[in-house]
């Protein structure tokens, strides 16, 4: 275990549907990410959050709607989602220093099924 | 466009071998390099840092970084079946911000 965690761990959900995806770090960090991660290709990253501020959206299409609340907790809210969009989406954290050093921590990701 | 590169592989190594695996990168004021390692249907699991030229050593996995050959290497000594799995380079491009970039990862496989 990371002190990660995401829910749910598997989702399958329709073009209509409205679902979010949850994730929660209790290592005490300042930073969080979303990714996808889509089958042979690499991780893309779509989202950051440091201590609580959006610092990054990789020109994420907007059927994908972060939200961060506070430090430890992220989602990631979608609607009228495409099957392209199914994927294993990946959450991490970091301390959020901004230093070289800083290392990321994955959840267990949800696997994203869209029909 | 700052780049990490990897050999998709398979990689096949026999057990008890040693496993090599490579990882280039785009640009030289690159500060950090990570190796994850992912098993199939599960996340990414951090293995080994490394921050400055040289070797580090972490019981069988040794990193070897050459920023002025802008690579990275992981070796495995000693290679197990267990070690079957994608194993995905990550670059820390700091500059004012940490952005961390993944390679498409190297698929190893361990044959009895």
């Known amino acids: 275990e990371t002190g990660v965690t995401q829910t749910p761990r598997h989702l399958v959900m329709g073009m209509t549907n409205k679902k979010s995806l949850k994730c929660e770090q209790h290592?005490?960090?300042?930073?969080m990410y979303w990714y996808k991660q889509s089958a042979k290709k690499p991780l893309e990253l779509m989202f950051v959050?440091?201590?609580?501020?959006?610092?990054e959206n990789n020109s994420v299409p907007s059927r994908f709607s972060p939200e961060c609340p506070n430090s430890s907790h992220l989602f990631l809210h979608l609607h009228t989602l495409q099957p392209e969009d199914s994927a294993l989406y990946l959450c991490a954290s970091s301390q959020g220093r901004n230093s070289p050093q800083e290392t990321q921590y994955f959840g267990p990701g949800t696997r994203l099924l869209v029909l | 466009q700052k780049e990490v590169e990897q050999n998709s592989g398979p990689l096949s190594v026999p057990e008890g071998a040693i496993a090599s695996l490579n990882c280039t990168y785009s640009?030289?004021?690159?500060?950090?390099f990570f190796w994850y390692r992912q098993y199939s249907g599960k996340s990414p699991e951090l293995i080994m840092s490394i921050y400055s030229n040289g070797d580090k050593e972490d019981g069988r996995f040794t990193a070897q970084l050459n920023k002025a050959s802008q690579y990275v290497s992981l070796l495995i000594r000693d290679s197990q079946p267990s070690d079957s799995a994608t194993y995905l380079c990550a670059v820390n491009w700091y500059s004012s911000a940490s952005k961390i970039i993944f390679g498409s990862g190297t698929r190893l496989s361990i044959r009895p």
């Open positions: 959050y440091n201590f609580k501020e959006q610092t």
């Open positions: 640009d030289r004021v690159s500060q950090s």
């Open positions: 290592l005490g960090h300042n930073a």
